[in-house]
């Protein structure tokens, strides 16, 4: 049993690939808002963008679990009760469950009648199933149900970093930030001096 002392924060590669999916999850939001109403939609600039930037998403959340097997992570704070803790844990399964399930419903959705996903114009992903209206109905479904799921868990977790950034400020959101310092909130029954 190693008896490494946890780090504080999480690694530059950790904290490097959560802000950058953080953005492209917020770039194929806005990408899926404005894209153009009629036939022009299945050709639209906006929409080749956003699968991309899917495919890319997906890439990097498989290499973030990678990342998260093999590097340490710190250890959890006392900061936080269990049921913060456990609320944090479901919360983080389910952004894994987006984050892994929407790109692929996505690039099933893209690939079911037999085309492939061009990527940036760099390269093409080929379908991986036969060409089926029933497969295209099922994920376009699921696909488009789930940009609520991302609304609700999303806005969960950027909520709760908020209140610890700047209702707690307990150090928690500090672990995900590069070059910050953690700070230990005050114990319970500490009482600051009274001012004179």
């Excluded at 049993?1 to 959560?18: L, R």
């Excluded at 939609?41 to 998260?68: C, E, K, M, N, Y």
């Excluded at 093409?124 to 209206?133: G, H, R």
Aim: zero cysteines; proline letters at 8%.
């Amino acid at each position: 049993m190693s008896t490494a002392k946890a780090p504080q924060h999480f690694s530059g590669a950790m904290i490097a690939i959560h802000w950058l999916t953080a953005v492209l999850i917020a770039t194929v939001v806005v990408l899926a808002w404005v894209w153009p109403n009629g036939p022009a939609r299945a050709d639209s600039i906006q929409l080749w963008l956003h699968r991309s930037f899917g495919l890319t998403i997906l890439a990097l959340v498989a290499l973030r679990l990678v990342l998260r097997a093999t590097l340490p992570v710190p250890a959890e704070t006392e900061a936080v009760s269990w049921l913060e803790r456990a609320a944090a844990q479901l919360t983080h399964l389910l952004l894994y469950a987006i984050m892994l399930g929407m790109p692929i419903t996505g690039f099933l959705w893209a690939t079911s009648r037999g085309k492939p996903v061009d990527v940036f114009g760099l390269f093409s992903v080929p379908p991986l199933l036969p060409a089926s209206e029933t497969v295209h109905n099922l994920v376009r479904t699921v696909h488009s149900a789930g940009q609520y799921a991302v609304y609700v868990v999303v806005g969960l977790h950027v909520a709760a970093a908020l209140f610890h950034l700047v209702v707690r400020r307990d150090g928690v959101m500090a672990r995900m930030l590069p070059g910050a310092q953690l700070t230990r909130p005050l114990p319970p029954a500490a009482v600051r001096p009274a001012a004179r």
